[in-house]
């Protein structure tokens, strides 16, 4: 029992002697790097910022060495660090606003060389998404609200090039924010806004919320700009979408004719006809007894009634 006790107390004793507070670096520690970097000697500059990491410095330090050494790997071309770095700077409290603007427009230089394929993996692979990633962001970082603007826009474009319109629909929701509302995005933001609603639904399979979303964002759009370049577009995709709800409902009162249901049946006809609004005030009129869909659906209701 005593020597176990010894034991114990020895153990702890080591323990607690092996404990060493760490103690984060402040700019003092940076002095020699500054002054290499002044010097532009971004060499020695690296050189002596590699051993440490953002996190080894205290907050009001962690800005100074993110910039340094990102700026000193991208004249030394060390592209992954230089990105690495100037991200990290973008969101670190005390970042200068004239220092990130320049940050940013190295990332978005770097952005666009992937995507372009001018900077390639292991010197053979094109890498765009690399690219994307960047723009996504500086789509939420960056200062410069012209070079946000661009980001935004070429994500959007990109997932919408690439039919995934569901992540696409976020971007150009952004750049109708009145933030960018001096950079003319908001005719073809609104568009592809639009656009986008209309392309996610489902044929055969969309809900009638769904159909009357996407419907309500092409007449918004056309309200906004009524005389917009998309306006020929946009007028043809409202139309779309008034046939398909009226489609929805004829293919219901089909049904319903099917099982023997006359009330249901009656009441669909008149739907997909525009009779009927289902008691909201905000369909009333939506199906013009001109569609397509409507005459037939009044044929068929006009047939089943006698």
């Given at each position: 029992m005593k020597f176990s006790l010894i034991t114990l107390c020895l153990i702890a004793s080591l323990t607690s002697s092996c404990t060493v507070a760490?103690?984060?670096?402040?700019?003092?520690?940076?002095?020699?790097?500054?002054?290499?970097?002044?010097?532009?000697?971004?060499?020695?500059?690296?050189?002596?910022?590699?051993?440490?990491?953002?996190?080894?410095?205290?907050?009001?330090?962690?800005?100074?060495?993110?910039?340094?050494?990102?700026?000193?790997?991208?004249?030394?071309?060390?592209?992954?660090e230089s990105i690495n770095q100037l991200s990290d700077y973008l969101v670190l409290p005390g970042a200068a606003p004239a220092q990130m603007r320049v940050a940013e427009k190295i990332l978005l230089d770097y952005a666009n060389q992937y995507i372009d394929g001018e900077i390639k993996t292991f010197l053979v692979f094109s890498t765009p998404s690399n690219g994307y990633r960047i723009l996504e962001d500086l789509a939420i970082l960056a200062s410069d609200v012209e070079l946000q603007a661009h980001a935004i826009a070429r994500v959007a474009e990109d997932y919408f090039s690439n039919r995934r319109y569901e992540l696409a629909v976020p971007y150009y929701s952004m750049l109708l924010n009145p933030r960018f509302q001096s950079l003319g995005w908001e005719d073809r933001a609104s568009y592809r806004f639009a656009e986008c609603r209309y392309m996610?639904?489902?044929p055969e399979k969309s809900d009638e919320q769904s159909i009357l979303f996407a419907?309500?964002?092409?007449?918004?759009?056309?309200?906004?700009?009524?005389?917009?370049a998309n306006r020929v577009d946009m007028l043809a995709i409202a139309d779309d979408c008034v046939t398909k709800i009226a489609q929805l409902h004829l293919t219901i009162a089909e049904y319903y004719v099917t099982i023997d249901n006359q009330p249901g049946a009656e009441h669909h006809f008149k739907l997909a006809s525009g009779q009927e609004s289902q008691g909201d005030t905000s369909k009333a009129g939506l199906i013009p007894s001109s569609n397509p869909v409507a005459q037939i659906a009044m044929q068929r209701l006009a047939e089943y009634a006698e």
């Open positions: 760490y103690l984060q670096l402040n700019s003092a520690q940076l002095e020699s790097a500054t002054e290499a970097y002044a010097a532009q000697d971004y060499e020695l500059c690296r050189d002596l910022l590699s051993d440490f990491d953002t996190d080894d410095f205290i907050i009001g330090a962690k800005h100074e060495y993110a910039l340094m050494r990102g700026m000193s790997a991208h004249y030394l071309g060390h592209t992954i996610m639904l489902i419907l309500k964002s092409a007449q918004s759009y056309l309200a906004a700009f009524p005389a917009g």
